[in-house]
T-cell receptor, first 112, second 113 residues
Framework: NAGVTQTPKFRVLKTGQSMTLLCAQD?????MYWYRQDPGMGLRLIHY???????AKGEVPDGYNVSRLKKQNFLLGLESAAPSQTSVYFC???????????FGPGTRLLVL | AQTVTQSQPEMSVQEAETVTLSCTYD???????LFWYKQPPSRQMILVIR??????QNATENRFSVNFQKAAKSFSLKISDSQLGDAAMYFC??????????FGPGTRLSVLP
């Protein structure tokens, strides 16, 4: 039981490049979330999903897209990376609404 | 919109001593959840303790306990018998039905040997 895993752990991109961050959970959780964490700030929600095939915008969705084709996976895409997207990205999952969130180890992204 | 405030950017405590981290929040709701998460240097977010607003009894988890003051919208975390492994960033978080988690900016706790 690995919990929540994230791939990759670290990535460097050039401005304008695209990439996809993968989050996987093996706890059969319905809800999944993508956050970004910036220095001096708490986590901010980018997008979330309440079930397979559904996604919704969070607090800071601009510049990101997501997909939840399988219940256990939640992908975060950057179509054209910008330096402002340099951050640490966390994925989380929860059994259902109102439940405790379980976090992955984070992905550090540097956009030059 | 709900907000979560942690007024102490940094705190330090002597090993084996007790420390209290403060958190206040703003909401007009009566039923919600509050959490404390710990983020060690490994960056992984780890749940420390959770409190349901409808419960008057303060949550406890081994050396960790909270002082939940609903009227004052205050949710402080007390760490007793501090250990070196407690050194981390601590985030207070608020959650309400149908809404998203709101995290505070965090408090960096150092434990001095």
């Amino acid at each position: 039981n690995a919990g929540v895993t994230q791939t990759p752990k670290f990535r460097v991109l050039k401005t304008g490049q695209s990439m996809t961050l993968l989050c996987a959970q093996d706890m059969n959780h319905e809800y999944m979330y993508w956050y970004r964490q910036d220095p001096g700030m708490g986590l901010r929600l980018i997008h979330y999903s309440v079930g397979e095939g559904t996604t919704a915008k969070g607090e800071v969705p601009d510049g990101y897209n997501v997909s939840r084709l399988k219940k256990q996976n939640f992908l975060l895409g950057l179509e054209s990376a910008a330096p402002s997207q340099t951050s640490v990205y966390f994925c989380a999952s929860s059994q259902r609404d109102m439940q405790t969130q379980y976090f992955g180890p984070g992905t550090r992204l540097l956009v030059l | 919109a709900q907000t979560v405030t942690q007024s102490q950017p940094e705190m330090s405590v002597q090993e084996a001593e007790t420390v209290t981290l403060s958190c206040t929040y703003d909401t007009s709701e009566s039923d919600y959840y509050l959490f404390w998460y710990k983020q060690p240097p490994s960056r992984q977010m780890i749940l420390v303790i959770r409190q349901e607003a409808y419960k008057q009894q303060n949550a406890t988890e081994n050396r960790f306990s909270v002082n939940f003051q609903k009227a004052a919208k205050s949710f402080s975390l007390k760490i007793s018998d501090s250990q070196l492994g407690d050194a981390a960033m601590y985030f207070c978080a608020y959650y309400n039905y149908g809404q998203n988690f709101v995290f505070g900016p965090g408090t960096r706790l150092s434990v001095l040997p």
